[in-house]
């Protein structure tokens, strides 16, 4: 059974830099193929995704926020990772990581954390 | 990487089909087979109906259909049930091998 769950701070202020868990199960990301993203939500607003990371290590990340996202992954602890600097109250959303079914969907989802962005 | 277009709301009466489209480029939609489709519901984390432009992961209803076209997909529910009322998104993967989701549509069953 394939479980992801996201973990991080509630509350974040301006300028501050977000650090983001997935801890995930029933799946390893030292497996050939395996792939994890995380993708936001901002309240009210369309999904947006933000960047991946492969079994082989290759990490990708989305063009417009590419300069303030830092993906990592730990296998032994089947966790990836997910910063962001310089944060702002525009990137107040509900972040989600979710495994990749091949390269073109995301399969299994985590709940969501809401990340708050205000001083 | 643009998002990709799709229209802000559907409606369709109860049995009937709706049809939601998903425009982009030749660099996402139009380049690859790598199109998918998800359903969430308020609250809820997205679920996904269609991967690979057409094909439905086990457990989704077979009223739930995708094809593409040049730079458009289309998710087709046909059959429309209450429960299909939600938000729709499509992604696609790009030549940047990065991801790029759609606007979201909201389907409301009148």
């Not at chain 1, 390893?28 to 936001?40: A, C, K, P, Y």
């Not at chain 2, 077979?62 to 429309?80: C, D, H, P, Q, V």
């Not at chain 2, 209450?82 to 009148?110: I, M, P, W």
């Amino acid at each position: 059974q394939v479980t992801l769950k996201e973990s991080g701070p509630a509350l974040v202020k301006p300028t501050q830099t977000l650090t983001l868990t997935c801890t995930f199960s029933g799946f390893s990301l030292s497996t050939s193929g395996m792939r994890v993203s995380w993708i936001r939500q901002p309240p009210g607003k369309a999904l947006e995704w933000l960047a991946r990371i492969d079994w082989d290590d290759d990490k990708f990340y989305s063009t417009s926020l590419k300069t303030r996202l830092t993906i990592s992954k730990d296998t032994s602890k089947n966790q990836v990772v997910l910063t962001m600097t310089n944060m702002d109250p525009v990137d107040t959303a509900t972040y989600y990581c979710a495994r990749h079914y091949a390269l073109g969907a995301f399969d299994y989802w985590g709940q969501g954390t809401l990340v708050t962005v205000s001083s | 990487q643009s998002a990709l277009t799709q229209p802000a709301s559907v409606s369709g009466s109860p049995g009937q089909s709706i049809t939601i489209s998903c425009t982009g480029t030749s660099s996402d939609v139009g380049g690859y087979n790598y199109v998918s489709w998800y359903q969430q519901h308020p609250g809820k984390a997205p679920k996904l109906m269609i991967y690979d432009v057409s094909n439905r992961p086990s457990g989704v209803s077979n009223r739930f259909s995708g094809s593409k076209s040049g730079n458009t997909a289309s998710l087709t529910i046909s059959g429309l049930q209450a429960e299909d009322e939600a938000d729709y998104y499509c992604s696609s993967y790009t030549s940047s091998s990065t991801q790029v989701f759609g606007t979201g549509t909201k389907v409301t069953v009148l």
